[in-house]
């Protein structure tokens, strides 16, 4: 069972036996926003009692560059279902930081939830979505928050959302990316027909800052591109003129 709570300012979420607090401001994916560190995600993980599983370590070849890009979570639940997390996190020069969360529910087979009482839950949670769309057997709902520009409005996936906040960076620089700023959260229901209804059956959602994403790659790239040029001039200092 599925159950919201909103009050004039907060929303009290309640998920099978684990409850947290939502800024209207600060949309989340189970307790997870943007910008949280690495620690700030392990510790809010833990306490909703996902197990963390592996981490992605990324390299760029030529530097010193190294990070963890990414760490992998689940939780099982006989009675809610499984769940996998996926969180992304900003790369150097920049402070890790929480950039994209993507979660996985699969329903067991002691879980029932209407398909209308999740999508309504999902409405009193982020308000209505910017847009919405129906297949035969489930909906996508997106939602852009804090979105300071018009450029990206028109984009109805977060990561149509995300794709067009890069290109803008890298037509206009990093200030460009303010025609894109926001958070995207996606939510992709999916439901098997039941002699009472439809029963949700899957649920695929994510929550990406749009700013962080498409200023880190710029920053990134720049970061790579200035340690290869200085070791490239390390090396012109040391070589020797073959012998003629």
Same mark, same amino acid.
């Given at each position: 069972?599925v ?5 004039? #300012? ?5 998920? $099978?036996?684990?409850? #947290?607090?939502?800024? &209207? ?9 943007? $910008?949280?560190?690495?620690?700030? /995600?392990?510790?809010?993980? /833990?306490?909703?009692?996902?197990? #963390? %599983?592996?981490s992605?370590?990324?390299?760029? /070849? ?11 979570? *689940?939780?099982? @639940? =006989?009675?809610? $279902?499984?769940? %996998?997390?996926t969180? %992304? ?5 920049s ?6 969360v ?8 002691? *879980?029932?939830?209407?398909?209308? /009482?999740?999508?309504?839950s ?8 910017? *847009? ?15 979105d300071? $520009? ?24 990093? =200030?460009?990316?303010? *025609? ?28 990406? =800052?749009?700013?962080? @994403?498409? %200023? =880190?790659? &710029?920053?990134?790239?720049a970061?790579?591109t200035e340690?290869?040029? @200085? ?14």
């Amino acid at each position: 069972m599925v159950d919201f709570l909103k009050p004039a #300012f907060a929303a009290i979420v309640v998920f $099978g036996l684990h409850s #947290f607090v939502w800024a &209207a401001d600060e949309p989340d994916i189970v307790g997870l926003t943007a $910008g949280l560190s690495p620690e700030q /995600t392990e510790s809010v993980l /833990t306490n909703a009692g996902f197990a #963390f %599983t592996k981490s992605d370590i990324l390299s760029i /070849t030529g530097t010193e560059i190294s990070w963890t890009s990414a760490s992998y979570y *689940s939780r099982q @639940r =006989d009675r809610d $279902g499984y769940e %996998t997390l996926t969180v %992304t996190y900003t790369s150097p020069p920049s402070t890790p930081a929480v950039w994209h969360v993507k979660r996985e529910w699969q329903r067991s087979s002691q *879980s029932v939830v209407p398909f209308e /009482t999740m999508i309504n839950s999902l409405v009193a949670k982020y308000g209505n979505p910017s *847009s919405r769309r129906d297949a035969r057997y489930g909906s996508t709902l997106v939602w852009h928050f804090n979105d300071g $520009g018009q450029k990206c409005k028109q984009h109805s996936s977060a990561n149509a959302f995300i794709n067009a906040g890069i290109a803008e960076v890298k037509r206009g620089g990093p =200030d460009a990316a303010l *025609s894109c700023a926001g958070i995207a959260v996606d939510y992709n229901v999916q439901f098997n027909d039941s002699p009472a209804g439809p029963v949700v059956s899957r649920m695929i959602a994510t929550l990406a =800052d749009v700013r962080a @994403r498409a %200023t =880190d790659e &710029a920053k990134l790239n720049a970061y790579a591109t200035e340690i290869l040029r @200085r070791k490239q001039e390390e090396q012109m200092k040391d070589s020797v003129a073959p012998e003629l």
